[in-house]
């Protein structure tokens, strides 16, 4: 029979008598939760690697992902780029699930052309993707010696995607893997100002490019169904992945799954390219960077950007993910970057935007989602930003655990019931209280604001088709980011 009071272990009527004093925890938690955030990459593996395909794996640094999937492979450079990230910041919880570089695919090559003789002994200077490879030149080397030497300098450097071979002053460099992800990689012999070529020596670079055949990210998607990663790098940004995943994504968003995930991913383009791409795209789940000219690989570049992107907004989903430094990028050349008005128009075609420093550092200006248009076609800012797709969702997460843990194993009433207080029974009127109350808490952190409106808004009542629920709107303010500030200086003289 039930008593005054409801415990959780102790049942009425025990005859043999005793002390009995249980431990609930339901009250023990105050204040607002933390959101447990995990980041995921996915990436192409080498046969060397320990790690299976499809097998979902916490990468603790970019030695062990070296050991799970390959030295020199997609996932372990981006690993690379995710420790340059966690040095500048601080802890982000990293996983990997690894694909196979598709059977039929076609990997991403490019060259570099020497002519001339060495005259005078110096340097020869290379950059793969951003990182740099030197060889020695001297006195007398023709381009078919350079060449060779240089070759053999990129196949020393095992942490490199790329392999390369010499053949009468030809450097042929090849991508570890298969697919389009390796075109685009920047093939240069300068990049600061004492980068030179040895006296005599001419050269001519061709970008990695001609890779085709992406591996399916489906089985990668299907491999995490049951987890929940709250970022994910894609290095790849052609349609039928990016569609995948923001079907995948759709349905992580949605009131019955509850586990968001965002994808960020890179793209290397001219301005007209950038803008074509993006104003086809049209997703609150996919965030795109756009460079022209970035000398760093676009996978590992996904990976730094994400890696920041998660751990701020790990610390405040409502903080502008702004002002930010990108560590590990280098920036594009002068010439490449651009302008303030074409930043403008990336914007407004879903692509994110970065500035350079007088450091040469690369800084977060604004990161949006592409999301562009309403389904019915209509100019739609909801779910642009991504702060703010961020706060309403730890919202939502706010409102989850406060419920779960408040009222975890209660009766539900009409109000004014005429019940013991020590009873787990709640009323509409009493969720309303809770939710007001974690509203406040909420406005106190600064995640939304003006809870007398919320109050005012707020629609809770018990369901007319089910007896066991209640249905609520629940009309949050969520506060914005301080991005623009405008005046005029009427002086007077």
Known sequence: MPDNITYMSIPVGVRTGGVYVEIDHTKAVRGLPQ???KLLVLGQRLPAGKTAALVPSRILNADDAATQYGRGSMLHAMARALDTVKNR???????????????????????????????KPGVFTAWIGGERVRAAASIGDTNAALAAKLADAINANADLPVTASAAAGVVNVACRHKGDAGNGMELSVAYYDEDALP???TAVCANLAGGAGNPDVGAALAAVAEDWFYSIVSPYSDGATLSALEADMDGRWGGMNMRTGHVFTARDGTHAQLTTW??????????????????????????????VCEFHGAIDP????????????????????????????????GISSTVVDSGGKIILERVITTYQKSPFGMDDESLLRLETKWTADYYRYAVRSRI????????????????????????????????IALHRE????????????????????????????????????????FVTFAAAVQYRL
């Open 35 to 37: 959101m447990e955030r």
């Open 89 to 119: 910041y601080g802890l982000i919880d990293v996983y990997a699930v690894a694909l196979d570089d598709l059977p039929a695919g076609v990997a991403a090559s490019g060259t570099i052309t020497l002519t001339g003789a060495v005259t």
């Open 199 to 201: 006296e005599g020596v």
């Open 278 to 307: 993006g104003a086809a795209r049209n997703s609150p789940h996919v965030s795109a960077w756009g460079l022209k000219g970035c000398p760093t690989w676009a996978p590992v570049r996904a990976a730094a950007w994400a890696g």
């Open 318 to 349: 409502a903080l502008p993910l702004r002002a930010v430094e990108v560590p590990g990028v280098l920036a594009p050349r002068l010439k490449d970057r651009f302008s303030r008005n074409e930043r403008e128009l990336l914007l407004r075609d």
């Open 404 to 435: 779960a843990l408040r009222f975890p194993r209660h009766k539900l009433a009409n109000d004014g019931i005429n019940v013991s207080p020590g009873q787990a029974l709640v009323t509409p009127s009493i969720i309303r209280a809770e939710l």
């Open 442 to 481: 909420l406005e106190f952190a600064g995640i939304v604001e003006d809870t007398e409106q919320f109050k005012r808004d707020l629609i809770l009542m018990r369901s007319d088709a089910d007896v066991d629920r209640v249905n609520a709107v629940l009309p949050p303010n969520l506060v914005n980011q």
